[in-house]
């Protein structure tokens, strides 16, 4: 049969207006065992009821007997309608002591089948349970509600009516520790696997990077302990006499062809074969396999014993990654002048938590801060260095500027650069531009106090400024000073060339004056505007002596 569910899912036929958004909720029983972060994730088969939800048709009084989940995985049911779900739980602390209170309550059953609470067929009253010390809890599902059972907790329950419920495991960073618990328990009572829990260790060991840290650690520290049990297991094989060995790649052997003979349990790191049976068993009960001498056996592993460490170091990395990448983090936002982070590395220690898929901190946060920060500034930077702002020239030195940066800006942007989490190379250019600028100053005040100044000097100053890009008054003091030389060389130049000329026109003058009452009213007025040109020519070479020589 089709599997179906009472969630919308992304393979659903003529899915409603606002299905989508539920078909990819975390909160989807089809998608909850597989989000990132959970193990089942990792597991590629389908498992019926454990990655795959179950439907269950409730009806008055349907029960369901004692038991505790696969694998001891947590549990989420959810009741989609219909009348309430009544639940006790015993807490999976407990459950050892529920165990001793089933088996002592009924000692005929549990000896003839010592895994009855595996077969979900047992119904135990809750008040004789309470009477043999075992915490039982009760609660009522009622329909909308989620109902989650956490690893290794026994419940039990009964419907109140005629109801519709969907049911599915799930299991997070934390459950590694029961499951591994879990594969002894099953052992010790001969019950299959429904996976290899050592496979599934080794699949993410293979791919450290795509684990997130918390389940990444919870890996490492079930595989160290996997890792210590096998190298003593297989030691102590050596020492019994087995020397034949073989590689063997049981992932791709179906699971009933790879199961202990004994205990049941689903071999993959490695198992006991021998010639004269096709059986084989785990490496704890390599002595159970066949009555043929140890020597004979030979050991099927899946790693050598030196490719496990280099795994386990891998994984080990992944975990620590992030601890490492946080002292990084802290150290560079703690870092002093001349022992800061480059722009570069601070991007690619960003970088790295992106792609390792870091959990969002304060630090990361404020790293992202500080680079933007750092791309600003060294935008800023890049203009005032290259000019590319820059419209103006010594002849349009009086007009719109389109620069409106000053002085006390550029000290305090320098300011600002300095107080950067990373160093960016365009600072140097910013300290040598204001270095520049101050100097420049110095110059400027030079020149301005000087009673002769050089014109060349004037001017190459006037352009040093204006290629600064930065609105400095000493720009408007040396163009006024440069214009005043310019206009006394000229005038010096003009009272040189025409002192002739002026003696000539007062003589002309005076002559005229002498002969001014026998002149016509025509000649009379020709010697009027004579006069006054005689007049301003001789006020500007006055006013021309007096610039030039007046300071001394």
């Known amino acids: 049969m089709e599997h179906g569910s009472g969630f919308p899912t992304k393979s659903s036929k003529n899915l409603m207006l606002g299905d989508e958004e539920y078909a990819n909720s975390g909160w989807n029983l089809n998608v909850l065992p597989v989000l990132e972060g959970s193990v089942l994730c990792h597991i590629n088969a389908d498992i019926s009821g454990m990655k795959v939800p179950w439907m269950y048709v409730g009806m008055c009084f349907a029960t369901f007997c004692w038991h505790n989940e696969d694998h001891w995985s947590y549990s989420i049911n959810y009741l989609h309608w219909g009348e309430p779900k009544t639940w006790y739980g015993v807490p999976g602390s407990k459950a050892a002591l529920f165990e001793q209170a089933m088996g002592a ?64 495991n799930f299991c997070p960073s934390d ?38 840290l918390h389940l990444a650690a919870a890996t490492y520290q079930d595989m160290l302990c996997m890792v210590e049990t096998e190298m003593k297991l297989r030691k102590s094989l050596m020492e019994q006499g087995i020397v034949a060995a073989e ?10 062809e790879r199961q ?6 689903t071999c993959f790191l490695s198992a006991v074969t021998c010639s004269c049976t096709t059986k084989l068993v785990c490496i704890k009960h ?3 396999l066949c009555q043929c001498d140890l020597s004979k056996h030979c050991l099927r592993f899946r790693y050598t014993l030196d490719e496990l460490p280099v795994m386990l170091h891998r994984l080990k990395c992944r975990a620590e990654s992030f601890d490492n990448w946080t002292i990084k983090a802290k150290q560079c936002l703690d870092a002093v002048p001349g022992s800061k982070m480059d722009f570069y590395e601070l991007k690619d220690l960003i970088k790295e938590a992106e792609e390792k898929r870091f959990p969002e901190s304060d630090f990361l946060k404020k790293l992202v ?7 600003k500034c060294a935008s800023v930077a890049q203009q005032l260095v290259s000019k ?7 002849k349009s030195v009086e007009g719109k500027f389109a620069a409106r940066v000053t002085l006390e800006d550029l000290e305090q942007f320098s300011n600002q650069v300095d107080k950067l989490t990373c160093e960016i190379h365009e600072a140097n250019h910013v300290k040598e531009l204001l270095k520049n600028v101050k100097q420049f100053q110095e110059q400027s005040s030079d020149a301005i106090s000087d009673v002769s100044p050089n014109r060349k000097h004037l001017e190459k100053l006037v352009d040093t ?11 408007q003091s040396l163009t006024q000073k440069l214009q005043q030389v310019i206009w006394l060389r000229i005038s010096r130049e003009m009272l040189r060339k025409n002192i002739s000329l002026l003696n000539n026109l007062s003589v002309i003058v005076f002559v005229c004056v002498c002969v001014e009452r026998n002149l016509t009213v025509a000649e009379r007025n020709m010697l009027y505007t004579f006069k006054r040109i005689h007049y301003l020519y001789l006020v500007l070479v006055l006013e021309a002596a007096f610039l030039c020589f007046g300071d001394n």
């Open 247 to 256: 590689r063997e790649a049981f992932e791709l052997l179906p699971d009933d």
């Open 260 to 265: 202990c003979d004994k205990c049941k349990t």
């Open 388 to 394: 590319k702002v820059c419209t103006r020239n010594r």
């Open 369 to 375: 801060i500080a680079l933007h920060e750092a791309e």
């Open 105 to 168: 309550a009924a000692p005929e059953l549990f000896d003839a089948q010592p895994d009855l609470l595996h077969q979900l067929v047992t119904i135990m009253n809750p008040n004789i349970l309470m009477k043999a010390g075992v915490p039982v809890y009760r609660t009522n599902q009622c329909a909308g509600e989620f109902v989650v059972t956490f690893p290794r907790a026994y419940h039990a329950g009964f419907n109140q009516g005629y109801n519709f419920a969907e049911a599915v």
């Open 175 to 212: 459950w590694l520790s029961f499951g591994r618990i879990c594969i002894d328990h099953y052992s010790h009572h001969h019950r299959f696997c429904v996976f290899s829990h050592d496979e599934l260790i080794c699949k993410m060991a293979s791919d450290p990077d795509s684990l997130d």
């Open 286 to 288: 390599a002595q159970c």
């Open 465 to 475: 400024g204006i290629s600064f890009n930065i609105d400095l008054p000493e720009i």
